[in-house]
């Protein structure tokens, strides 16, 4: 910890040694800014994402029942990341709201394909063959 803070204190009094010396010599200044040019700016931050509207969702129900389960997966890691957490908000496909910080389409692939395909099984045990 001790050597930390001595590190930072050289390191401070080395900047403003540098600083004075920039501002009293212009070729200093000048060979200390195409050096500093090479560093990064600050990220630029990006606007969020464009809220997707109900009537742009895809029906995961007839998409699921059109394809095969591993099709239907795939098919989901195909969508945008928010077009999928659109989905999983409007169907009520995780109430633990563990999927709000997922950022990996497989993840939400995976819990959409689940849930889909469990909603659709639901209640098929008491459903009789009229064959």
Do not use: Y
């Given at each position: 910890?001790?050597e930390e803070?001595?590190?930072?204190?050289?390191l401070?009094?080395?900047?403003?040694?540098?600083a004075?010396?920039?501002?009293?010599?212009?070729?200093?200044?000048?060979r200390?800014?195409?050096?500093?040019?090479?560093v990064p700016?600050?990220?630029?931050?990006?606007k969020?994402p464009?809220p997707v509207?109900?009537e742009?969702?895809?029906?995961p129900?007839?998409?699921?029942?059109?394809?095969?389960?591993?099709?239907f997966?795939?098919?989901?890691?195909d969508?945008?990341?928010?077009?999928?957490?659109?989905?999983?908000?409007?169907?009520?496909l995780?109430?633990s709201?563990k999927?709000?910080?997922w950022?990996?389409?497989?993840?939400?692939a995976?819990?959409?394909?689940?849930?889909?395909?469990?909603?659709?099984q639901?209640?098929?045990?008491?459903?009789?063959?009229a064959?």
């Amino acid at each position: 910890m001790r050597e930390e803070k001595l590190i930072v204190r050289i390191l401070r009094n080395l900047a403003t040694v540098v600083a004075e010396e920039a501002s009293t010599n212009p070729q200093f200044a000048d060979r200390l800014e195409a050096i500093l040019a090479e560093v990064p700016s600050k990220k630029k931050t990006s606007k969020p994402p464009k809220p997707v509207l109900d009537e742009e969702l895809p029906d995961p129900f007839v998409e699921a029942k059109a394809r095969t389960a591993s099709e239907f997966e795939l098919w989901l890691r195909d969508l945008e990341i928010p077009v999928l957490k659109a989905l999983v908000r409007k169907h009520d496909l995780d109430s633990s709201k563990k999927w709000q910080k997922w950022q990996e389409s497989e993840k939400f692939a995976k819990l959409i394909s689940d849930q889909i395909q469990a909603r659709m099984q639901r209640g098929s045990a008491f459903m009789t063959n009229a064959d």
